[in-house]
């Protein structure tokens, strides 16, 4: 029998604790899902800060979408990245919901990615576009 290395407590508030818990509880797809999710969360958080600069009156930088072409084979983690990155003006609390659905419909309910990229892409290109389109 090996001996088993003596376990560290979990150290961070209760909230830290019970990610960390539930984090050790799935298997390495399914933690790397968890990464890029907070990732993208990460990102969200940023574009959440210029909203602030933008809200004092500071300039803000791009108006436009950016020409960010879909690669072959793209995960739905990489694209909602690179959609993040195309349309850096969208306001991601908007499309939150959406998004969500979307990443469960695929890692749940095993929707095809390439499809549901597809529907990222019209999410995105909505929100860009305004209530008037």
Do not use: C, W
Request: aromatic share 4%; glycine share 4%; no cysteine.
């Amino acid at each position: 029998m090996l001996p088993t290395l003596p376990t560290m407590p979990i150290q961070g508030s209760k909230t830290e604790r019970k990610l960390l818990k539930l984090f050790k509880g799935l298997d390495a797809s399914k933690q790397q899902t968890l990464v890029s999710f907070a990732e993208f969360l990460l990102t969200q958080a940023s574009e959440e800060a210029k909203v602030s600069l933008e809200q004092e009156g500071k300039e803000t930088s791009l108006t436009e979408p950016l020409d960010i072409e879909r690669p072959e084979n793209e995960s739905v983690i990489k694209a909602i990245k690179r959609l993040s990155e195309t349309y850096p003006m969208v306001n991601k609390d908007n499309i939150l919901h959406p998004i969500s659905d979307l990443m469960t419909a695929h890692m749940l309910q095993g929707k095809e990615a390439e499809q549901i990229i597809d529907e990222l892409e019209a999410v995105f290109l909505k929100e860009y576009q305004g209530p008037n389109n």
